[in-house]
């Protein structure tokens, strides 16, 4: 399996607090990735990176926001969460250029807003 | 990106082929076929990809119709750690890499003895 960690795995917090989670890697990937899972939606993709202090948004980019200051860590971090964040997180990794883009998932991390 | 379509479960017993179709009719000439699958609530894991030809690899096989607008990912032997939801992707290739993915809801296969 790819070196990806995820923290934490799960969290409980309260609507209007900071939360920031976390994604690690060993793989030395260039490309990092972080989507939210909902039931009915599949996978949605909030933020990538293309590198160290580079970032793009994805689709459901609203209410988040991300740093990569090393090439191993990807933060997400919802400034002010509310109960419409509550979701599974999984943070991605890949390293192709061209077609061949396998992306590796992380273990994903549960956040419920109350 | 174009968007596909897939039926939303699928059985299949252990030890047969599973064969989930999935239709992409507003394909364009450069985007590929891509295919994922999440078992139970772990991260997605890379299947198979492939453009025009058909592609086998240790997990699957994908064919694809020749005027690609749809195609089919084949297991050839399903077992019950088969049993999963599989993505059908399609997505134009960017010329830095680093492809940004669009999960629908895919399929849900079940195995069953």
């Known amino acids: 399996d790819a070196g990806i960690t995820q923290s934490p795995r799960h969290k409980v917090t309260e609507t209007g607090t900071p939360v920031t989670l976390r994604c690690h890697q060993t793989e030395n990937h260039r490309y990092m990735y972080w989507y939210r899972q909902d039931p009915g939606h599949g996978l949605r993709l909030i933020h990538y990176s293309y590198g160290v202090k580079d970032t793009d948004k994805g689709e459901v980019s609203d209410g988040y926001s991300v740093s990569r200051s090393k090439t191993e860590d990807f933060l997400l971090t919802l400034e002010s969460a509310t109960s419409s964040q509550t979701s599974v997180y999984f943070c991605?990794?890949?390293?192709?250029?061209?077609?061949?883009?396998?992306?590796?998932f992380g273990p994903g991390t549960r956040l419920t807003v109350l | 990106d174009a968007k596909t379509t897939q039926p939303p479960s699928m059985d299949c017993a252990e030890g047969r082929a599973a064969n989930l179709p999935c239709n992409h009719s507003t394909i364009s000439g450069n985007e590929y076929v891509y295919w994922y699958r999440q078992i139970h609530s772990q991260g997605p894991q890379y299947i198979i990809h492939g453009l025009k030809n058909n592609e086998t690899n240790e997990m699957a096989s994908l064919i694809i119709t020749e005027d690609r607008k749809s195609s089919t990912l084949i297991l050839p032997h399903a077992t019950l750690r088969d049993t999963a939801v599989y993505y059908c992707i399609v997505r134009v290739v960017s010329s830095g890499g680093g492809n940004k993915l669009t999960f629908g809801t895919g399929t849900q296969l079940k195995v069953e003895l």
């Open positions: 991605a990794i890949s390293d192709r250029t061209g077609a061949y883009n396998e992306q590796f």
